[in-house]
Nanobody, 128 residues
Framework: VQLQASGGGLAQPGGSLRLSCTASGFSFDDYAIGWFRRAPGKEREGVSCIGVSGDSTYSTYYADSVKGRFTISRDNAKNTVYLQMNSLKPEDTAVYYC???????????????????WGQGTQVTVSS
């Protein structure tokens, strides 16, 4: 099983980055895919999650801190999830981790232990 995150880097405040997470080794279509982040000295934060097709409880989730600025999407044909990050702020600086979970219910989206697989992380730095 592998979750390969990419697309991190340095952006100016107000700028944009797009993270990608490409998965292999499991049935991608059956898994909810999300992003967590950890900023220095802070707890991990569940940033966003996209559910599986046909899930009636939710399709996408966003933390309040990123709502309206970040957009998550998935391409099941490519086993890839994207996180488009716009209007970046210095407080978005963190290591971003891609995660996959088989049965992620709405109330458990922000709980790290809910997820079965974690990627290696990609650094996002927002600074002028």
């Amino acid at each position: 099983v592998q979750l390969q995150a990419s697309g991190g880097g340095l952006a100016q405040p107000g700028g944009s980055l797009r993270l990608s997470c490409t998965a292999s080794g499991f049935s991608f279509d059956d898994y909810a895919i999300g992003w967590f982040r950890r900023a220095p000295g802070k707890e991990r934060e569940g940033v966003s999650c996209i559910g599986v097709s046909g899930d009636s409880t939710y399709s996408t989730y966003y933390a309040d801190s990123v709502k309206g600025r970040f957009t998550i999407s998935r391409d099941n044909a490519k086993n890839t999830v994207y996180l488009q990050m716009n209007s970046l702020k210095p407080e978005d600086t963190a290591v971003y981790y891609c995660v996959a979970g088989l049965r992620i219910i709405l109330s458990m989206i922000r709980v790290p232990s809910s997820y079965d697989y974690w990627g290696q992380g990609t650094q996002v730095t927002v600074s002028s």
